[in-house]
């Protein structure tokens, strides 16, 4: 990148008006999509990426969170042929406690790849991060129809708890995990999650479903449909 990066900046400086504000317009788009992140050490550039969420960083909420992460472990170009869908059940009850349901389904949609007698591509060692709001109390989790709860490492980072795990899988495969688990902080008049697309991924089907022993009077926009998202997304109602 050193001996690119002048080249490229030569290069810009030569551009005509309209190829910079095609560059400049997608350069904004995948800074807000974490396709692309920034770091500065000066401290006036860097809160100026804080603040637009260009470093991406696990933001602070006030009420329920959900990020997902997985990593391939074995150096295999699957990684983009993983698909993966998230879908979050909560059901609030009348004194304001929160239990969720949270299914993770990963689809390997690739193939097996050779190059040169070794395999480029295929079997899939993934290494999976479920980040959740600190405190929460994970009652289980379930492979398919297997327990799982025993495979679960557990870990905390600022004001998240995070729970991480394996699993091996091979093109064409499908694998389904379910955490219950429930909040530390009981809903008041309002509620929502906000969830964190992981940076380089392309958009994660995503739903939000609320079952409520209050009654709600304001319902936010796309709680309840699956929703495929390729950035942060905020979900609100309100009781």
């Known amino acids: 990148m050193r001996d690119l990066a002048p080249k490229l900046l030569e290069k810009l400086k030569k551009a005509d008006l309209q190829t910079k504000i095609k560059i400049a317009q997608a350069l904004l788009e995948n800074l807000n999509k974490k396709q692309v992140l920034l770091y500065f050490e000066e401290k006036g550039l860097q809160d100026l990426v804080e603040e637009y969420n260009w470093g991406g960083r696990l ?68 290494l999976v991060e479920v980040v959740l ?47 219950e688990y429930t909040l530390p902080q009981l809903v008041q008049k309002k509620w929502g999650v906000l969830f964190q697309k992981q940076p380089g991924q392309k958009a994660t089907k995503f ?17 309840g449909d699956w929703q495929s998202l390729d950035l942060d997304r905020e979900f609100v109602l309100e009781f």
């Open 59 to 126: 933001n602070s909420y006030p009420y329920d969170y959900i990020a997902v992460y997985n990593t391939n472990l074995n150096g295999r170009k699957s990684s983009l042929s993983i698909k993966r869908e998230l879908a979050l059940y909560s059901h609030i009850f009348s004194s304001g406690l929160v239990k969720n349901r949270l299914e993770l389904t990963f689809s390997h949609e690739g193939e097996w790849k050779e190059l040169n007698g070794g395999f480029i591509e295929g079997d899939v060692e993934d």
């Open 133 to 179: 709001p600190k405190g929460v109390m994970l009652k289980r989790v379930l492979k398919g129809k297997e327990e799982f709860t025993d495979q679960i490492k557990e870990s905390s980072e600022g004001d998240k708890t995070i729970f991480f795990f394996k699993f091996h899988f091979n093109p064409g495969e499908k694998m389904h995990f379910v955490f």
């Open 207 to 223: 739903l939000y479903q609320i079952e409520s022993d209050k009654p709600i009077k304001k319902l936010g926009e796309g709680i």
